[in-house]
């Protein structure tokens, strides 16, 4: 690496693949020189990608998830000869199945020393170096998992729990120092992910999935902006990460557990239409646990809980009578589907104001995030779908 150079320096952990691969060309096309990190020889062709994009590129081939890699890794920053301007702790894994019986204990642990404990580590080195400096941009890679208990992948969403809560601390400590905080929040992404964590049968692991490259785009112009978090990259995404700030955590469980049980990808299996289809069944779900256990988690007056009952009740018989990722039978077409649930929507929408039920704020917030998901339900459905493909 050159060490007579203007070009600013920045540090992507996990960048042999997926999101920090991509996040790794998003410096290197904006005029950044790069050191990189992984564990595996993939690194190396990730490297070589970067620097036919004009960087210069270290590669640092070390296993994270221990003290002597992240220290290597620490070393090789040191040495380089020129401050590191940017760092972004990307670097993570899964571990989907049962805690009980299903998961293995040293990959549970493992996926605590890498996603936890090294990241700590590693900040630990990089926040004292850029607020001595008094000026550095650092990016955490978190997850809209970090706001939801993770049903099934219980391990990882805590880690990433931690990781959400330690960058905006951080982000609050270094206010006045030069040196911003920024979370990255991606949504289901198409990388490696979902195969190294076991995750592959799960509803989460075949659903719809956003670009990485376009998750890196955005985490990369937040962090350039010195924004607090951004939540990446697609509409769906965006929506699961504001409603899941609404929703009261055993309903974002048990939702959870919908969408990454194991086995439970053959809910969606034969979809004619998979990312529709898939999000459509996903918010089906998400508003049914809303519309039965929200008024009662919430401590709704009893009106607006009595509406939300009947219309869980309308809507969990239209999907038993419908072709429909959760119908038991398969009696009524789609489209029908469609035009019953439309012709339910304008009660949903009118009768709650109108009978004073959302006369309180809480109320009034659990009626908007319903009217919410409804609308999302209706744009992300293809209604006219034939009801046998
Ligand atoms: N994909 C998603 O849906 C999603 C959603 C939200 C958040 N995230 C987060 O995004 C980050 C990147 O994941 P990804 O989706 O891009 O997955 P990925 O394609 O599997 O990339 C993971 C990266 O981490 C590296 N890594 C894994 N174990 C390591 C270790 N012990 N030491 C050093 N490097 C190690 C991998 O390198 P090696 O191949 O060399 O091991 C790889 O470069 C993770 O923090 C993940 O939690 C992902």
New binding site residues.
Partial sequence: MHTTTSRPLAVV?????????ELAKQFASNDFDLII????A??QSAARELEQLGASVEAV??????DA?VDELHRRMSSAGRPVDAVAL?????AGGEFANGTDLADEL?LVD??VR?TVHLAKHVVHDMVERGEGRILL?????SSMPGTFHAV?NAS?SFVQSFALALRAELEDTGVTVTSL??????????E?ADLTDTMIGAGP??D?SDVARDGFEALMAGRERVVSASINTKLQGRGSRLLPDAVKARMHALMAQPGSAKRIEGFPQPIKATAHGVIDYGFFALMTTGPVLLKLNPRIRNLSWAVAATQGTINALTDHPVGLRRIIPLRIHGWLELAAAPAVIALPPLTGAVSDRRARRAWLTVLGLLATNYTLTDYDAPADS
């Fill in positions: 952990t996990g960048a042999s693949s997926g999101i920090g691969r990190a992984a564990e595996d993939e690194l081939q070390v296993d994270l998830s221990t890699g990307n670097a993570g894994i899964g493992r890498l996603n090294s890679t978190s997850s809209i998992a990882y990433k929040m991606p949504g289901p992404t198409d990388t490696e992910f979902f190294r999935k956003d990485p």
